[in-house]
């Protein structure tokens, strides 16, 4: 379902990524874009919460209601990407993405405090087949979108070009995605026996992990075979 969700919203965006950018069909379509997911990310999250909440206990904790989310928003990142919807995005959408996304965040704080109020801090996100679940979901599609959008509008605006090195990152950040949890573990495993101090150890783990991680992704790109893939 998530999958159908996510591969429709393709062809709004290919006809934003058509339209004039900076004009008023070009940001219109942008708009209507971005709601559409935003949507898809509110149903779909909404359907699979009520067997998996969020916070809810899942075999090897793969922790299925985030799921919808990064779905939707990866299927049109993926066209975004290659069809440089993004390159030129519209400045006024831009920011009124932002305004939308601040407002979504005080909204779902407040509902969180009702829903702590309400039920409990045990209980507040036992999401069910109820209004507040719905209002929820409803935020959670609206932030992700908006705020996805406007924080990367935000960065192509005070970062337009970068060097080499970031270029080898940027081009190893998906492989570095999906192995980034077995070089981290190997990090820690490595500084385990370590005699530092937590706070400097977490520092060093932090600042190797990040490092091996990206170094690793990267060489990831660089196998004949494995790179078509990543």
């Known amino acids: 379902m998530v999958r159908r969700r996510a591969a429709g919203l393709l062809p709004r965006l290919r006809r934003a990524a058509v339209s004039s950018p900076g004009g008023t069909a070009g940001t219109a379509a942008a708009a209507r874009s971005a709601g559409t997911a935003a949507l898809a ?8 919460w009520q067997p998996w909440p969020v916070m809810g206990d899942t075999f090897l904790n793969l922790r299925w209601g985030g799921w919808p989310q990064g779905a939707v928003l990866f299927a049109p990142g993926v066209h975004t990407a290659e069809a440089g919807w993004l390159e030129d995005f519209p400045p006024t959408l831009a920011r009124r993405l932002g305004r939308v996304a601040a407002a979504g965040v005080a909204a779902l704080m407040m509902l969180m405090l009702y829903l702590v109020l309400a039920r409990g801090k045990d209980q507040a996100l036992a999401m069910g087949a109820d209004v507040p679940t719905m209002a929820f979901a409803l935020l959670d599609g609206v932030i992700a979108v908006s705020g996805t959008l406007w924080f990367l509008s935000w960065l192509r605006c005070r970062w337009p070009t970068h060097g080499v090195m ?5 081009r190893a950040s998906y492989a570095t995605y999906v192995i980034h949890p077995l070089v981290l573990t190997a990090v820690m495993v490595a500084f385990a026996l370590v005699a530092l101090a937590p706070g400097i150890k977490f520092v060093l783990v932090a600042a190797a992990g990040v490092a091996a991680c990206f170094t690793a992704g990267y060489a990831l790109t660089r196998v004949p075979g494995i790179s078509k893939v990543l």
């Open 41 to 48: 990310i509110a149903v779909s999250s909404f359907a699979v």
């Open 166 to 170: 970031l270029g080898k990152a940027a």
